[in-house]
């Protein structure tokens, strides 16, 4: 159901945008591509480690990698079903078959998205001075840079004074319970810096991904991974596009138009979309294929046995 959903949606972006993709003529350079497509996968694994690791602050056993990626790969793609709480439900059913606390395992991804979201709205603050006015525009990658560690290294003092005020927040807004726990500093110091990590990953995936689509004509590493973790939040944020669809590639056209145009802008926009979700559908079948291998070792293994 969900593979379905995802795959729709990827049917429709590609109907609705192929005048553009057609005339655009796409020719692709074949190794930044697939350098893109590793750097992704590892932000998203490292991402994943620091959820399955958490849910013992919420006095459930951490979840092991393959259990772990095959859940999230599965039940990431639900979130291109209208409704916003479809990709939670199913992490948690997919948690509790794994013998993980299904509140320990949502709850886990919430804690991981504010941390994310604090991390991203960072490095995205700290490449504010590109877009604020002329004045601010000679403050260099180098000063920028320094911004979003500034930042990053005030959340880690920020968040957890921070934590139960949100946990408020969204008790009012669930209308229910919201357990956010209070992990100990150094955990959670490291677990801020993962988050960043996180981002910092997928901008140069994503950096990778425009110069095998554009070449010479791709933004800088640091336009697009700033353009591209901006695009991300408000994807985030504007819950009721699901999977950010359209809304984040209307972001990344406006963040990288005036360095690339607005024309490759688009184009890398929805070319992006399209490898994103390609590689979403073709991670959670690989997980549903080495799961059933797994269990079909199992039965073989057992048979012996007896």
Partial sequence: MVVLAAGIALWQLVRAYRPELHDARLTFAWGPLLIATVVWLAGYTQLVQMWAASLKWWGSPPLKLRP??????????????????????????????????????????????????????????SAAPRFIAPWTRGLGIIGQLVIACVLIALLVVVLP????????????????????????????????????????????AFWMFSRALLGEGAPTAWIAATAYVASYLVGLLVIFAPGGIVVREGTLV?????????????????????????????????????????????????????
């Fill in 68 to 125: 772990a990626l095959r859940i999230f790969f599965l039940a990431n793609l639900a979130r291109y079903i209208p409704g916003g709480v479809w990709q939670f439900a199913g992490l948690s059913a997919l948690a509790v078959t794994e013998g993980a606390s299904p509140t320990a395992a949502s709850m886990g991804v919430i804690f991981m998205q504010i941390a994310t979201l604090a991390t991203g709205a960072a490095i995205t603050l």
């Fill in 161 to 204: 004074r921070a934590l139960p005020h949100i946990r408020r927040w969204l008790e009012k807004r669930f209308k229910r319970p919201v357990p956010l726990p209070v992990p100990p500093p150094k955990e959670f110091a490291v677990f801020v810096v993962r988050a960043a990590l996180g981002w910092v990953l997928y901008g140069i």
């Fill in 254 to 306: 406006l963040c990288l138009q005036g360095a690339i145009g607005a024309r490759p802008a688009l184009i890398l926009a929805i070319s992006s979309r399209l490898w994103l979700v390609a590689m979403e559908l073709g991670a959670a079948l690989t997980m549903l294929v080495i799961d059933w291998i797994y269990k079909a070792r199992r039965v073989k293994a057992s048979a012996s046995r007896k």
